[in-house]
């Protein structure tokens, strides 16, 4: 199995750039789908972005081009770079990761979740 810890979360003014971290224990995320999600206060948790086990990655619509998913050579290591922040993108932050599918890009349940970290954009 596999543990998460995320963090970098802090608050900054709009338009200012923060990076997430999120290391994993117990195993690389190597066979793993890994991702980003968010949730403020009073909203349904929301996907940021994925990374595929082949490398791809996909993000919200909110975030696109803005944000920037990443792994280290050694799998250990998940980053969420963000750039351009926005008010609206203040939320706990929480990385994770689910059992891959039938092929690099499809992806089983999250069950593995961090802690969260949060992140605050003030304008």
């Known amino acids: 199995q596999v543990q998460l810890l995320e963090s970098g979360g802090a608050s900054v003014q709009a338009g200012g750039s923060l990076r997430l971290s999120c290391v994993a224990s117990?195993?690389?995320?190597?066979?793993?789908?890994v991702g980003w999600f968010r949730q403020a206060p009073g909203k349904e948790r929301e996907r940021v972005g994925t990374m595929f086990r082949d490398g791809s990655t996909d993000y919200a619509e909110s975030v696109k081009g803005r944000f920037t998913i990443s792994k280290d050579n050694a799998d250990k290591t998940l980053t969420l770079q963000m750039d351009n922040l926005k008010p609206d993108d203040t939320a706990m932050y929480y990385c994770?990761?689910?059992?891959?599918?039938?092929?690099?890009?499809?992806?089983?349940?999250?069950?593995?979740w961090g802690q969260g970290t949060q992140v605050t954009v003030s304008s």
């Open positions: 117990g195993s690389t995320i190597s066979n793993y789908c």
């Open positions: 994770a990761a689910a059992l891959g599918g039938a092929n690099s890009r499809t992806c089983r349940q999250y069950n593995y």
